[in-house]
C-alpha cells in the first residue's frame, strides 16, 4: 500500500522545480487545503458525474494523493475542485490556480518544459501483428488479403 501512495504522491509533482514542489506543500499545509483542478468531460478519466461531483480514474487517484497529504501534514485537510480544460489546465497549474491537475494529459517534450509528469497512469496505442513470414510491411499490403 505504501508504495502505491509514494506513487500517487509523485502525481504532486506537477512544478517545474522541487523549490516550486516545497511552496506548493507549504501553501497546502498553511491553507489547510487542497487544489484540484478536474476535466469536466474527459470520461473515464475525470469528468462531472451523474451527482455534479468530479468523477474518473484519474479523480480517484488525486483523492488518494489528497488523502496521503493529509496524513503526511498530520490534520485535516480540504479538498476544493477547480474545473479546467484542455486548453486552460497547464495555466491553471503554472499559476497555482490549482495544485495537481487530475486529468488525462498526453506528455510531450514541450509540456515537460512547462510541468513535471506523474508516472503513466494509462497507456494507449494501437498495432497489428503478424508473423515475421507474411511479408507484411505496410497496413496497405493487408487490402489483397481475405480474412478467414
Known amino acids: ?19 516550486q514542489t516545497a511552496d506548493t506543500l507549504k501553501k497546502i499545509r498553511d491553507s489547510k487545503t487542497i487544489t484540484l483542478g478536474f476535466r469536466t468531460d474527459s470520461p473515464p478519466f475525470s469528468f462531472t458525474g451523474p451527482d455534479g461531483q468530479p468523477a474518473g480514474y484519474t479523480v480517484d487517484l488525486c483523492k488518494r494523493v489528497a488523502a496521503s497529504i493529509e496524513r503526511t501534514l498530520g490534520g485535516s485537510l480540504a479538498v476544493k475542485w477547480v474545473p479546467v480544460t484542455s486548453a486552460n489546465r497547464f495555466d491553471q497549474v503554472t499559476s497555482g490556480a490549482i495544485d495537481l491537475e ?20 494509462f497507456v494507449d496505442g494501437g498495432a497489428v501483428l503478424v508473423l515475421a513470414e507474411s511479408k507484411l510491411g505496410r497496413l496497405s499490403d493487408l487490402a489483397a488479403r481475405r480474412s478467414g
Not at 500500500?1 to 523549490?19: E, I, N, R, V, Y
Not at 494529459?105 to 512547462?114: A, Y
Open 1 to 19: 500500500m505504501s508504495k502505491l501512495l509514494l506513487a500517487l504522491f509523485g502525481l504532486l509533482l506537477a512544478f517545474g522545480t522541487q523549490a
Open 102 to 121: 487530475c486529468g488525462n494529459t498526453t506528455v510531450t517534450l514541450g509540456r515537460q518544459e512547462r510541468v513535471d509528469f506523474s508516472n503513466m497512469t
